[in-house]
């Protein structure tokens, strides 16, 4: 049977896995894990133990139009720094996770990191921006970084599209560009309708790095350095205004319980438990209950027979109506 719902494919990678997800030291964080001698990376051996014992649920949690076989190409080159130093289940549960949003962790649309002794599914800003294709409604998403020799106008009053335009100069180099200045992001509709431009300086990007990643926080405590907003600050950047122009309009319910899903992540919080939003899962649970209101209808039913009797239907009097005519 095909799993196409969010949380089939959930339920479906997660069956096997709970006592492994139930442990107490599961998510248990430790700021020397991973540090220890021989540590660093686990060995063929490891990795093949794995993916044989956890390959078919992390296959389950895809949807239909992804491959497995590419997910597993992509993911098997991961495992041997994971699991050398992130515990075996917070890979599957990583890896289950980025499945269940069907982006392939190369790097280019989501990335598994250790955050810690547990490892941690990120989408990067590619993968944002192919879960917002996803809600039916978007025709286009435009991001982009301006530079110091770029040329731009911003007018928020103006009308959409002349409050913002530019003009990037894409032939100089990275030298004569100069510095970033700040990232945009706006969506086109369809039907023609454009969002609000949202910006994002850098100063405004490094408030929100250190007001709400704990991950950074972890990484700068611990003198690793080594969270996402470390190693690519552009690619953060860039997702801060996407994230900021996905509130001002319709999102699909993935891209809702990716937002969860990361906060998950910087709350220390086991991921896959986030990964279908309440909307969805109750409205998945209506949709079984129609389904199976519908099939009750159509079992057969048992017509009552009429009542035998002997006397029949007794028929009208016409004696007064004679009466009445004869008067």
């Given at each position: 049977m095909a799993l196409t719902t969010l949380k089939d494919r959930v339920k479906a990678a997660g069956s096997r896995t709970a006592s492994v997800l139930d442990d107490e030291t599961t998510h248990e964080r430790t700021a020397d894990g991973g540090d220890e001698p021989g540590r660093e990376h686990a060995d063929d051996a490891t990795v093949g133990a794995w993916l044989d014992r956890f390959d078919a649920d992390v296959t389950a949690a895809l949807p239909r139009h992804v491959d497995g076989r590419v997910f597993l190409a992509a993911l098997r080159p991961q495992l041997p720094k994971l699991l050398g130093r992130c515990t075996p289940a917070s890979v599957l549960q990583s890896a289950v996770t980025c499945a269940r949003f069907g982006l392939i962790p190369d790097g280019q649309q989501a990335v598994i990191v250790p955050d810690g002794r547990i490892a941690v599914f990120i989408a990067t800003y590619r993968g944002f921006i192919d879960l917002m294709y996803r809600s039916g409604l978007v025709r286009s998403v435009v991001a982009?970084?301006?530079?110091?020799?770029?040329?731009?106008?911003?007018?928020?009053?103006?009308?959409?599209?002349?409050?913002?335009?530019?003009?990037?100069?894409?032939?100089?180099?990275?030298?004569?560009?100069?510095?970033?200045?700040?990232?945009?992001?706006?969506?086109?509709?369809?039907?023609?309708?454009?969002?609000?431009?949202?910006?994002?300086?850098?100063?405004?990007?490094?408030?929100?790095?250190?007001?709400?990643?704990?991950?950074?926080?972890?990484?700068?405590?611990?003198?690793?350095?080594?969270?996402?907003?470390?190693?690519?600050?552009?690619?953060?950047?860039?997702?801060?205004?996407?994230?900021?122009?996905?509130?001002?309009?319709?999102?699909?319910?993935?891209?809702?319980?990716?937002?969860?899903?990361?906060?998950?992540?910087?709350?220390?919080?086991?991921?896959?438990?986030?990964?279908?939003?309440?909307?969805?899962?109750?409205?998945?649970?209506?949709?079984?209950?129609?389904?199976?209101?519908?099939?009750?209808?159509?079992?057969?039913?048992?017509?009552?027979?009429?009542?035998?009797?002997?006397?029949?239907?007794?028929?009208?009097?016409?004696?007064?109506?004679?009466?009445?005519?004869?008067?």
């Open positions: 982009g970084m301006v530079y110091e020799g770029d040329e731009w106008t911003y007018e928020p009053t103006a009308p959409a599209p002349l409050d913002f335009t530019h003009r990037p100069n894409v032939l100089a180099t990275k030298e004569h560009r100069g510095r970033p200045l700040f990232a945009y992001a706006f969506v086109w509709l369809e039907g023609g309708v454009r969002s609000a431009v949202a910006i994002v300086t850098r100063e405004q990007a490094e408030e929100t790095r250190d007001e709400h990643s704990r991950a950074y926080q972890r990484a700068e405590e611990s003198g690793k350095r080594d969270s996402f907003w470390h190693l690519r600050f552009d690619d953060m950047w860039l997702k801060t205004a996407l994230r900021r122009a996905e509130r001002l309009v319709p999102t699909s319910a993935e891209l809702r319980a990716l937002v969860a899903v990361e906060q998950a992540a910087e709350d220390g919080r086991p991921q896959i438990l986030a990964s279908v939003d309440p909307e969805t899962a109750a409205l998945d649970a209506a949709a079984r209950r129609a389904a199976r209101a519908a099939e009750g209808s159509q079992e057969p039913r048992r017509v009552p027979s009429k009542p035998s009797s002997k006397r029949g239907r007794a028929k009208p009097r016409r004696r007064n109506r004679d009466k009445k005519t004869r008067r």
